[in-house]
């Protein structure tokens, strides 16, 4: 009688193993699915993101949404699939947007944006105005808006490129912006289509 309650035990502790065992497995799966993390190999987000810095990213955040202006987003680079990039959404589908200098105009509304890099607001690339943003694609920008190869340079990201969108700086601790990333919303906030 003993054996067999012995039995029953080690049979119930190897079960609950198991069953522990494929239950983590589920989660990690889940999580990689969902979440991601990416390296910064660059300095075009200054002083958002940092050079080295390592973010996660959401790669679930557009399933049940769409991008926003004002969202940091990671993409395959349109010129060339294997390359991540990390920039900023400016302007979504059915904008119009401009680049005039340094300034920034969306649907007629003046960007005044505070995430910029005060030190260097150059603008390497030739002015344009009124382009409308077509179905599907976001025309983004890099906050080192004179180190940044984005979408005045190559044109805009398709969402199908889009892997997801950048919800915190987790490495290295001692970051001036270690976790998560400021809401930038009102930027947009007078922004209508």
Known sequence: ????????????????????TVF??????????????FHIDGPSMEPTLHDQEYILVNKAAYLLQQPARGDIIVFEYPLNPQQYFIKRIIAIPG????????TVIVNGVTLHEPYINPDDPYNPYQSFKQRIIEPDEY??????RANSSDSRAWGYVPFQN???KVMMV????GANNLGALPDVSKVFAHVHQ
């Open 162 to 164: 889009i892997i997801g």
């Open 1 to 20: 009688m003993d054996r067999r309650k012995s039995q029953a035990r080690t049979y119930r502790l190897v079960r609950h193993c198991i069953e522990l």
């Open 24 to 37: 983590l497995l589920l989660i990690v799966f889940v999580m990689r699915m969902g979440v991601q993390n």
């Open 95 to 102: 904008d119009v947007v401009s680049v005039i200098g340094t």
């Open 139 to 144: 025309f983004v920008l890099g906050d080192n």
């Open 170 to 173: 987790y490495w290295p601790i």
